[in-house]
C-alpha cells in the first residue's frame, strides 16, 4: 500500500521560513517523479513544483526563487523549504507522485497523494 505523509506545516508569520517533509513507502520512491501542490481556502488545487527522478525542478512562478523542493531517495523523502513566506502562501500543502508525466503541474499526471499540512502565514 503506498503512503504519502507530510510534515512541518505549522504557523509562521510573513517573511519566515518552513521545511515540509514527505515521507514515502509502498513504491519505489527513486522511479517516481514527485511534486508539491497547495490549496487554498476557496481556492483550487494548483501546482507549486515538482522534481523529477533525475532531480531536474520546476516552480509555479509564484514561488520561484523562494521555494527549493528537494529529494533523498535513501530516505524516501521529499522536500519543500519555504522562505520569504507570504500570507497568500497560507493552504494545505500536499506531495504527490507520479511515475510518468508529460507535464509536471498537472494533477491528472499523478498517482498517490498525502492528506496534507496545513500552513498558515500570518501578516
Known amino acids: 500500500q503506498v503512503q504519502l505523509v507530510e510534515s512541518g506545516g505549522g504557523l509562521v508569520q510573513a517573511g519566515g521560513s518552513l521545511r515540509l517533509s514527505c515521507a514515502a513507502s509502498?513504491?519505489?520512491?527513486?522511479?517516481?517523479?514527485m511534486g508539491w501542490f497547495r490549496q487554498g481556502p476557496g481556492k483550487e488545487r494548483e501546482w507549486v513544483t515538482a522534481?523529477?527522478?533525475?532531480?531536474?525542478?520546476n516552480y509555479a512562478d509564484s514561488v520561484k526563487g523562494r521555494f527549493t523542493i528537494s529529494r533523498d531517495n535513501a530516505k524516501n523523502t521529499v522536500f519543500l523549504q519555504m522562505n520569504s513566506l507570504k500570507p497568500e502562501d497560507t493552504a494545505v500543502y500536499y506531495c504527490a507522485a507520479a511515475r510518468f508525466w508529460s507535464r509536471p503541474s498537472l494533477r491528472d499526471e499523478y498517482a498517490y497523494w498525502g492528506q496534507g499540512t496545513q500552513v498558515t502565514v500570518s501578516s
Open positions: 522534481i523529477t527522478r533525475g532531480g531536474s525542478t
Open positions: 509502498g513504491l519505489t520512491f527513486s522511479a517516481y517523479g
